[in-house]
């Protein structure tokens, strides 16, 4: 399997775990913020959810390690 595929499957994987639990809105994206898994967030007119708990960086770097979703 590659690299895209797993992590696709994780990403889908982490997605349907959420769908057991409520979001917890965190409000505007922040660097060097600790989110967690369900994590809420807004971000250039866009909402994210958290599919990976960690300490934000760089917003388009977070979402290309798939550590976020677009949610609405």
Do not use: E, K, M
Not at 27 to 41: E, H, P, Q, R
Not at 52 to 59: E, K, M
């Amino acid at each position: 399997r590659s690299n895209s595929a797993t992590a696709a499957l994780n990403s889908l994987n982490q997605t349907l775990l959420i769908a057991d639990s409520l979001p917890s809105q965190r409000g505007s994206w922040l660097t060097g913020t600790a989110y967690g898994l369900g994590d809420l967030v807004q971000f250039d007119g866009s909402s994210y959810i958290c599919l990976i708990a960690h300490t934000s960086g760089t917003f388009a770097t977070d979402l290309s390690a798939l550590r976020w979703t677009i949610f609405a």
